[in-house]
């Protein structure tokens, strides 16, 4: 089974994606970036497309207007990076990006969706989608989520099973990936995804790549754990993430979460709700 790290606003930059990458992570991705914002020119949003070692990367990108999607396709060659993919973020329960009609709004706009997907997908490189189950119980319920998966071509779908409306804490639905699974596409499960037995469970399913978010916040070792190899104790994991910050370093706050989280379950107002 192939695991990879998921994108992790305030975690992922390249020094926490290397040390998941080290302890045997597949695939990671760097956290969601504004297109609108990169296209801008905005240092920050720049600052995120830190891809500096040969750690495998796929950027994720929030985008809702296909104009500015073409713009960042004639201008990606100017940032001079190789990514192994993109991702659209069609997850993020952020009511200011909701109210634009981006993030977790997008997973009921399929032909919106299916236009943003062909216009990234002419830079040549895979491009897939994370989605929720919908905005809310109601979307969930209508099932939108599977007409997205028919109707779009994107070459993965990371599917968090949950929709916007739910807090971390209540259990992701595992549910749905049966049905998702139906459809034939390529389905990557997301949501509290943490054990050799969880992975059995996905494997019977026929999956062959899973997310995972917090448990790698808690612990990057996981993934060597989830491999068959053990769970590193948290100064190991802190030196070895010590020494990358200083190799790749990034604004101050990557470090403060990161430290602040380990050993720990994370907190993000935005993310967990
Ligand atoms: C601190 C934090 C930051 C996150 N940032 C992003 C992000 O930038 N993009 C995204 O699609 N999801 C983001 N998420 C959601 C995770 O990628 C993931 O879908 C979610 O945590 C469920 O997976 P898990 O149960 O393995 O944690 C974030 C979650 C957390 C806890």
Not at 46 to 53: A, R, Y
Not at 236 to 247: C, D
Not at 258 to 273: P, Q, R, T
Request: glycine share 6%; hydrophobic share 40%; proline share 4%.
């Amino acid at each position: 089974m192939k695991l990879w790290l998921a994108p992790l606003e305030g975690v992922s930059d390249c020094a926490f994606r290397t040390l998941c990458y080290q302890y045997g992570a597949d695939l990671t991705f760097t956290e969601m970036i504004r297109v609108d914002s990169l296209v801008k020119g905005n240092k920050s949003s720049l600052s995120l497309l830190d891809l500096k070692n040969n750690t495998p990367t796929g950027i994720q990108l929030l985008a809702v207007k296909p104009k500015i999607v073409e713009e960042f396709v004639k201008k990606f060659a100017s940032y001079s990076i190789d990514p192994v993919c993109f991702n659209l973020n069609l997850g993020c329960p952020s009511p200011d990006v909701i109210v634009q009609g981006g993030g977790a709004a997008l997973v009921k706009r399929t032909a919106r969706v299916q236009e943003l997907v062909k216009i990234l997908q002419k830079l040549g490189y895979p491009v897939s989608v994370k989605i929720r189950l919908g905005l809310n119980e109601f979307e969930k319920e209508k099932r939108v989520y599977l007409s997205l998966l028919k109707e779009v071509d994107a070459d993965a779908f990371i599917i968090h099973a949950r929709h916007a409306r739910q807090k971390s804490s209540e259990k992701a639905d595992w549910s749905v990936f049966e049905a998702c699974l139906d459809t034939g596409k390529h389905i990557i499960p997301n949501g509290d995804i943490n054990t050799q037995e969880d992975l059995a469970f996905f494997k019977s399913l026929g999956v062959k790549e899973v997310m995972i978010g917090r448990a790698a916040i808690r612990n990057p070792s996981v993934f060597q754990f989830l491999k068959g190899g053990k769970l590193e104790n948290i100064a190991q994991v802190q030196k070895k993430y010590l020494a990358l910050a200083e190799k790749y370093p990034s604004r101050a706050l990557y470090q403060e979460n990161v430290l602040s989280f380990l050993g720990k379950e994370a907190h993000s107002k935005k993310w967990m709700m």
